[in-house]
T-cell receptor
Framework: GQQLNQSPQSMFIQEGEDVSMNCTSS?????WLWYKQDPGEGPVLLIA???AGELTSNGRLTAQFGITRKDSFLNISASIPSDVGIYFC?????????WGAGTKLIIKP | DAGVIQSPRHEVTEMGQEVTLRCKPI?????LFWYRQTMMRGLELLIY????????DSGMPEDRFSAKMPNASFSTLKIQPSEPRDSAVYFC??????????????FGEGSRLTVL
């Protein structure tokens, strides 16, 4: 079946550092999405990308839809403690979402 | 507005017992999804409904799992009999059609199931 490869699996960073994570797929998607899951909560949509090559920002978050439609990255600038959690990419085809395995972000005190 | 409401938040049961998880979607949403999350397998779609009708249940692991949506405001996921490997966090999510076009699902807080 379709799979998304999300990396890295986890990240240990210092507060204030920039973060980068990405997803790749062997399949083409119409939409790329980035969700965040806080501990003990369900995932929440952060950014949605609809066009190949699109670069979208949401505050300190920036995401891009790869030109081949098979990949996407998410950057977080100047990380803060509330950025901890698990970040998921998801590719959408019709009404189906294909999920990455998640990137767990841990901020070192 | 209230979000997606799931109950119970935590359930601990013994192998062989029946487990029923409940979900109330956001009012007006016509799509409802049940997901399972484990460390090993991540987020897995179990089943989804559109207008209370099951559309795709290919993710339901086996006959021990069943899901119903008797009306637009309520859905259940039942496991009978439960097994230790069913231990996971089960999420319910809902969406309106126009939100689904944009890929946005609204998740509940999840039900953490532990089967001993």
């Amino acid at each position: 079946g379709q799979q998304l490869n999300q990396s890295p699996q986890s990240m240990f960073i210092q507060e204030g550092e920039d973060v980068s994570m990405n997803c790749t797929s062997s399949s083409i998607f119409n939409t790329w999405l980035w969700y965040k899951q806080d501990p003990g909560e369900g995932p929440v949509l952060l950014i949605a990308l609809y066009k190949a090559g699109e670069l979208t920002s949401n505050g300190r978050l920036t995401a891009q839809f790869g030109i081949t439609r098979k990949d996407s990255f998410l950057n977080i600038s100047a990380s803060i403690p509330s950025d901890v959690g698990i970040y998921f990419c998801a590719g959408q085809l019709d009404y189906q979402l294909i999920w990455g395995a998640g990137t767990k972000l841990i901020i070192k005190p | 507005d209230a979000g997606v409401i799931q109950s119970p938040r935590h359930e601990v049961t013994e192998m062989g017992q029946e487990v029923t998880l409940r979900c109330k979607p956001i009012s007006g949403h016509d799509y409802l999804f049940w997901y399972r999350q484990t460390m090993m397998r991540g987020l897995e779609l179990l089943i989804y409904f559109n207008n209370n009708v099951p559309i795709d249940d290919s993710g339901m692991p086996e006959d021990r799992f069943s899901a119903k949506m008797p009306n637009a405001s309520f859905s259940t996921l039942k496991i009978q009999p439960s097994e230790p490997r069913d231990s996971a966090v089960y999420f319910c999510a809902s969406s309106a059609g126009q939100d689904l076009n944009t890929g946005e699902l609204f998740f509940g807080e999840g039900s953490r199931l532990t089967v001993l």
